[in-house]
């Protein structure tokens, strides 16, 4: 069956970095497009980046351009999150999802919270 | 960016009653290739966002056929024709047809009376 399994969550202080993995199976991962979806505390759903299949096109969140980096290792079935300058309002559970006609799709992860604290 | 509004915020249901949630974007969801694109999810407490339809209405596999969406243009609704307790959780709405970014509704809590 499908999965998709984040992991790299932690506590981590202001301006520090962190990166997030997200390990694919029982899809074609190299076929998918894929995102980041995060969820603050008591929060609702906020899209973050998404990258084409072949890892040719990439875009943002405002909120997070130019600090966070989406990357895939399609040999090795796996996406990638890499936040630096953290801030307090990046605290968040982040979720990985497949992408289907218009977005996030049918495939999400368990979610790996990312806590930014001093 | 699009803003999708969502009401109720809460909404009190009864176990075997409809329920309807309403969604509302700031620009219409057509796109250029003729499809609206909006999705429609279901958070259980304590689990993943699970999608339940995209464009509209179009339902996930595995999606009971209680669960319905309809709209056009800016105005979309998601059905229970009867609420179950596996229900019970938050919904959202989500467009995907002008992005980035893609922008999700702030969510309806559907919760029992």
């Known amino acids: 069956q499908v999965q998709l399994v984040e992991s790299g969550g932690g506590v981590v202080q202001p301006g520090r970095s962190l990166r997030l993995s997200c390990a694919a199976s029982g899809i074609p991962f190299s076929t998918y497009g894929m995102h980041w979806v995060r969820q603050a505390p008591g929060r609702g759903l906020e899209w973050v980046a998404v990258?084409?299949?072949?890892?040719?096109?990439?875009y943002y969140a405002d909120s997070v351009k130019g600090r966070f980096t989406i990357s895939r290792d399609n040999a090795n079935n796996t996406l990638y999150l890499q936040m630096n300058s953290l801030r307090a309002e990046d605290s968040a559970v982040y979720y990985c999802?497949?992408?289907?006609?218009?977005?996030?799709?049918?495939?999400w992860g368990q979610g790996a919270l990312v806590t930014v604290s001093s | 960016d699009v803003v999708m509004t969502q009401s109720p915020p809460i909404l009190p249901v009864t176990l075997g009653q409809p329920a309807s949630i309403s969604c509302r974007s700031s620009?219409?969801?057509?796109?250029?290739?003729?499809?609206?694109?909006l999705s429609w999810f279901q958070q259980r407490p304590g689990q993943s966002p699970r999608r339940l339809l995209y464009k509209v209405s179009i339902r996930d596999s595995g999606v009971p056929d209680r669960f319905s969406g309809s709209g056009s243009g800016t105005d979309f609704t998601l059905k229970i024709s009867r609420v179950e307790a596996e229900d019970l959780g938050v919904y959202y709405c989500?467009?995907?047809?002008?992005?980035?970014?893609?922008?999700f509704g702030q969510g309806t809590k559907l919760e029992i009376k």
């Open positions: 990258i084409w299949n072949d890892g040719g096109n990439k």
């Open positions: 620009q219409s969801l057509v796109y250029s290739d003729g499809n609206t694109y």
């Open positions: 989500m467009q995907g047809t002008h992005w980035p970014p893609y922008t």
């Open positions: 999802a497949s992408t289907s006609l218009g977005g996030p799709g049918e495939y």
